[in-house]
């Protein structure tokens, strides 16, 4: 017998996956719910799903898929960068934004260098910092002011061994949305010192006037920028997987000399690029999620054992201020009536006190908040 785990690499010996939402199969399993009759607050992705013209045109070409997906897709960085306002040069797309976080921290990051993430945050960031080796230093962010980044904290956080800085905005999974100013005084503050930024902007296709907020534009005049971008959770493509970047040329042809090859596949290149151009589905979206996100809140506020923080994007961070109750118990409560939210235990930063729930339809939320109001109750 061969004992395999002696072989493996010293740096990833400890390696454990960290735990997402979304994982509707799991309770399906466990509750013998069908998954089509889940609701799934727990994965921060449009209700609506996905844009009846990108799965018409992912249908349309199931005959390809007997080919490698184009290599080049010059056409698919057009219209990538066509909508986020940059050239096709500044963009590489990945297979989902997760593996341009790993991609990116592969490259710019190396045993005795550090990343600083503030926390709370995805945690991705922390598992690829986990692979590829490298210290992390967080900055705890205070719950007193909406975990809102403190940039002399981060200034003082950064040093001559910080290779990179993470950053997500709007945030998961607090909601917080910073200004332009602030992410440019922060990016100003790390190309002073060498540093790369990451700006995670996932899910600032919620935002109403992202264009106000998006960073994309500012890949122009700043190398040590690359800004990340999701179809998973605004257009609802999360099963095909694909996200793209927004960095230099010179940084992003870095990046895809190192990127595996046919790492995104055809059907989500050809969902994704009819997805971004449906102007309509965008509106009817936003205008969807605004009403929902109003109502959803206005219902939160009439628990009063649960805090809500202030949120610009598309999910709330909710805070269970009763000593008797945690968000594991009321996740696994809620999951056993068919709900998802999701518990955020585990995230750097927060503790068993806090979840996020997606903004789903008005009934959906309704049915959640009376379903939470029940546990309550019977707690
Ligand atoms: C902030 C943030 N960034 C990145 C991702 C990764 O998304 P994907 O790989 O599906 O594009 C997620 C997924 O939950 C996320 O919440």
Redesign the pocket.
Known sequence: MVDVSKLVRESIKNLTPYF?GGNVWEISEKYNIPVDQLIDFSI?TNPLGAPKTSLENIRQNLNLIQHYPDPDHEWLLEAFANFAGVEPDNVIVGN???EL?YLFTEVFLESGYEAVIPVPT?S?YKAAIERFGGNIVFINCDSAKNFQLNIEELEKAISKKTRILFL?NPN?PTGWLYEKEDILRIIKLAAEENVMVFL?E??IDFVDDSKRYSMAEYVRDYDNLFVLR?L?KFFCL?GV?I?FGIGSPDLVKILKNVRMPWSVNSLAMFGSVEAIKDKDFIKRSRLLLSNSKRQMREMFNTIPWLKVYPSETNFLLVEITRGDLNSTQLREGLAKRGLLIRDCKDFDGLNNKFFRVTVRRPEENKKLLEQIKSFGNQK
């Open positions: 997402h921060s989902g934004s997760t976080i995805f991705e997500c998961s995670d996932d899910y999701s998973t999360a997987r996200g």
